[in-house]
């Protein structure tokens, strides 16, 4: 997706979507970023810029989440925490928390994989946000912090001695940063480490995700005493709780930082902020320790004309899921089919029907921050009475609009979720005979409002549901539009162990066919 502007500025944020809690290394000229994946499965997702303003989807590192049963339902809000991504004798290192299960580890030679299983590195709970740094001496250390929710301790910082290989400990850890000790301080987490000018430095931010600020402590011991300071806050600007991310240089010696921004239904963007150094050498992050709107770009080489953000639509012109799409939790094999024909083919997954937030076979994709068309087709063959399938905007409320086979044959129907089990219908009608296939139209605002539509194929003219849901997060993150299938449990046939052929409509029994995903942006302007 592209953005006009003056090719010498860029425009906040960077990376208008859900990528919460981003963490950047710089390898010789190019920029690898690491978000949060929560539950969604394939996890871990990596982008790569070569200016810090454009990027692109280039792996998912994590292709199932462990423990691998434990996340074949969705777990919202658990799994992939904030991870960090450095590159050390060769080896790029990806380490994150489950504060459920411990702390992990995966390896590649090249950020675009293969990469490692991961592999436990401190087993425990409550453990998030962990960071690695290697010494001058080539010993490591990881800074993490503390979840409240499962080891009933928070506002601190704590540092452990691991091995070189990041393979096992070899101290207890010590706590390096009581934020109980600093006036105001609370919720501080996401620790990023860092060395330099003979300092051990650690951003990290304070104040909660949608209310704090930044903070950088710096020590010539890598165990404290440490000095801190503020360096990045809302202040007179809109936006709110500027914090967690990444501090990178340039070749040519500019100093940045990446950070994301907390949008609700949006989730959680990024902004690039440049960084200067005090007298005092302290960074200065932004416009005197506030966001920049927008900025002059990074002066660095073969910058594209424009600033761009990772594709979203999809022709399904491939056998392999496009790196744009997740499910909501490990899926099994058989969920989809990709024939390479420009269709995608999801199974009719037998499933109780009772809410599309408990199903992990729902293949989604973060809401964009700005207005934005998603259209696509659905076609809905063969299938048991309570079959479905359609397009679906999830967040802990949810709506969908889409085909259901009934004893009284194939309806259209729009409905929603609010508080709980059990759905509204908002609009339905029943299609003409022969007829199996539908158009599907979702627009979502800048508020977030969202209103569907559809037609059958070759006509013109949409059919409109009013306006009657407004998109809402999800745990930890924004809210996602994917595309289902399900069908009644004991539906036969329900244990495919592989997909439909190309070009083969009987063997499409028992799953539902999508054409190409189209998104369209809107303008950025007036944007909430």
Not at 475 to 486: H, Q, S, V
């Amino acid at each position: 997706m592209t953005r006009q502007l003056a090719p010498e500025r860029y425009r906040n944020p960077v990376l208008d979507a859900d990528w919460p809690d981003p963490d950047v290394v710089r390898v010789g000229a190019d920029y690898y970023l690491v978000a949060s994946s929560f539950n969604r499965a394939p996890g871990l997702p990596i982008l790569h810029s070569r200016d810090l303003v454009s990027w692109e989807v280039v792996a998912r590192a994590l292709p199932l989440v462990p423990p691998v049963e434990h996340y074949r339902i969705p777990r919202h809000g658990s799994g992939v925490w904030a991870p960090s991504i450095r590159h050390h004798d060769g080896l790029f290192q990806l380490v994150y928390p489950d504060p459920d299960h411990g702390i992990f580890v995966l390896t590649a030679e090249d950020p675009r994989g293969p990469w490692s299983e991961p592999r436990l590195l401190i087993a425990g709970t409550g453990l998030i946000d962990p960071c690695p740094l290697w010494d001058d001496d080539d010993r490591a250390y990881l800074v993490f912090g503390w979840a409240h929710s499962r080891s009933g301790l928070m506002n601190r910082l704590s540092v452990v001695e691991v091995t070189t290989e990041l393979d096992g400990v070899l101290s207890a850890p010590r706590t390096v940063v009581d934020g109980d000790e600093i006036p105001g301080c609370r919720t501080l987490e996401g620790p990023k480490f860092y060395r330099h000018n003979g300092w051990y430095w650690i951003f990290a931010p304070a104040g909660g995700v949608s209310t704090g600020w930044q903070s950088v402590f710096r020590s010539r011991e890598i165990y404290g005493p440490y000095e801190h300071r503020v360096v990045l806050a809302q202040g007179t600007t809109p936006v709110n709780g500027p914090h967690q991310g990444a501090w990178v240089d340039t070749p040519e010696g500019e100093h940045w930082f990446l950070h994301f921004q907390d949008r609700g239904v949006f989730g959680r963007v990024v902004h690039l902020q440049p960084m200067t150094w005090d007298d005092d050498g302290w960074p200065v992050i932004g416009s005197t320790g506030e966001p920049v709107p927008y900025y002059a770009r990074p002066a660095l080489a073969a910058v594209p004309a424009e600033q761009r953000e990772p594709e979203r639509s999809d022709a399904f012109k491939s056998t392999e899921l496009g790196l744009q799409w997740h499910w909501q939790a490990n899926p099994q094999p058989d969920w989809h089919a990709l024939p390479g024909d420009g269709t995608l083919r999801l199974r009719l997954v037998p499933d109780d029907l009772g809410d599309l937030r408990r199903i992990g076979h729902v293949l989604g994709q973060p809401l964009l921050g700005q207005p934005s068309e998603w259209v696509t087709s659905v076609r809905l063959g063969s299938a048991p009475d309570g079959a479905r399938a359609g397009v679906v905007v999830l967040g802990t409320a949810y709506a969908w609009i889409g085909l259901i086979q009934t004893p009284g044959g194939l309806h259209l129907l729009c409905r929603r979720s609010i508080d709980g089990p059990g759905e509204q219908t908002a609009a339905g009608a029943t299609l003409p005979p022969g007829s199996d296939e539908v158009e599907l139209r979702v627009q979502c605002d800048a508020a977030g409002l969202v209103t569907f539509a559809w037609r059958l194929p070759g006509e013109l003219d949409w059919q409109s549901v009013p306006s009657w849901f407004t998109a809402q997060p999800g745990r930890w993150i924004g809210a996602d539009i994917g595309l289902f299938a399900a069908a009644p449990l004991g539906t036969p046939g329900g244990d495919h162990a592989a997909g439909p052929a190309a070009g083969d409509d009987t063997a499409a029994e028992g799953y539902a066919t999508f054409r190409a995903v189209s998104v369209d942006v809107g303008s950025r302007e007036g944007r909430a």
